[in-house]
């Protein structure tokens, strides 16, 4: 039996207008190695997965630094995916689920993490609700947590604002939105000790470095090789790679020799030479 189809719609962020499509088990991250690939600082590694279990999708938080949050709440636990959730990674992007039509219904109970600890050791945090005017911040009690899925206390998403959402036919793929070929999307800023900044733009593909008047972005500074280092853009996906210059490359003071970048990260070619990549 074929398994049900779900996608993420990404609704913000850098990478806004990419579709990932959802197998049994997706990886969400800043590795290239996952499934669903987003490039932030504030992104871990390993952020968070989805996974199919009984039919249902569930949400769970890999342990991540800044945090996910299912429709405003933060997940501790695996928490079951309703269609149209909203999945925000590290306040840095936000992925509308959209869930396949064979779905089970809403009372499916999510599955017990194994590293969660079982349901009678558990407190939650009940917020009163009052009729009227919102009062401000109130108590809370603890208490423990309320039986069936807790959708009502969600903090819901105004999903007007996010425009029509596609229907899950034809089969999405996992690349972002091609650019227009007459139009560069992304630029790097080159600012170098003494002189004007300057933008040049950048070209979907390899886009090389260097002194070396062959180079797709000429920089004569006498301090970097003729070819220093490459910045590949594969639609949203942006790579840093050194090419064995005799000053290096430097993300965050960090040596590096292949490094994933993202619009906003600056870098460094020799202890010269910084620069910037932006997106228009």
Do not use: W
């Amino acid at each position: 039996m074929t398994e049900p189809r779900a996608r993420l719609l990404c609704r913000t962020g850098p990478f806004a207008g990419a579709t990932y499509e959802l197998g049994s088990e997706s990886i969400i991250g800043r590795d290239d190695s996952n499934e669903v690939v987003l490039l932030a600082n504030t992104v871990s590694g390993r952020h968070a997965r989805i996974f199919r279990e009984g039919g249902a999708f569930y949400l769970e938080d890999l342990g991540s630094r800044n945090g996910t949050l299912l429709d405003g709440i933060q997940v501790t636990e695996p928490v079951r995916l309703d269609t149209l959730s909203v999945i925000t990674v590290s306040e840095a992007y936000d992925l509308v689920f959209q869930a396949p039509r064979s779905a089970p219904p809403a009372s499916a109970q999510p599955p017990e993490s194994p590293t969660a600890p079982r349901p009678e050791a558990r407190a939650a945090i009940v917020e009163k609700e009052t009729e009227g005017p919102d009062p401000g911040p109130t108590e809370a009690t603890v208490g423990p947590p309320p039986a069936g899925p807790q959708t009502e206390s969600r903090t819901r998403v105004d999903f007007a604002a996010f425009g029509p959402l596609p229907d899950l036919d034809p089969v999405p793929t996992n690349r972002p939105p091609e650019p227009s070929p007459d139009e560069a999307r992304f630029y790097v800023v080159i600012s170098v000790a003494g002189q004007a900044s300057s933008e040049v733009d950048l070209s979907e593909g390899e886009n090389t470095l260097g002194r070396s008047e062959d180079c797709d972005v000429v920089i004569g500074h006498e301090s970097l090789s003729r070819k220093h280092a490459r910045l590949e853009l594969s639609g949203e996906r942006m790579t840093l790679r050194d090419l064995g210059s005799t000053n290096g490359t430097f993300v965050d003071g960090r040596e590096i020799s292949e490094v994933a970048i993202a619009p906003g990260r600056s870098f460094k070619l020799g202890a010269e030479v910084e620069m910037r990549l932006e997106k228009r």
